[in-house]
């Protein structure tokens, strides 16, 4: 299933196409590590909501800021000249 929602990135934001894939990928570690070694399945857990965490610190991709910016300059194009400011977040 990782490899399926890898390849096809069905969701516009990259970071749901990325925490995603990399969860379905921790959970098959994480069966494996039930199975095998109990510290593998702990960590393979955790790496979904450290992901999630550290997403949260850069809430915008860069293309999101391109979509935002190429909408933007749709609308404003047929009215005249066009001023266009970029913003980038970043909390850390």
Known sequence: MALIIGTARPFVQPQVNVLQTTSFACLALAALGFRFCTWL????LAVPVLLLVLSMLRPDSQEALALR???????K???GPVKVSAEQAQFL
């Open 41 to 44: 399945s702990r960590v393979a």
């Open 69 to 75: 910016l190429h909408k933007e300059l749709e609308e």
């Open 77 to 79: 194009l047929p009215s």
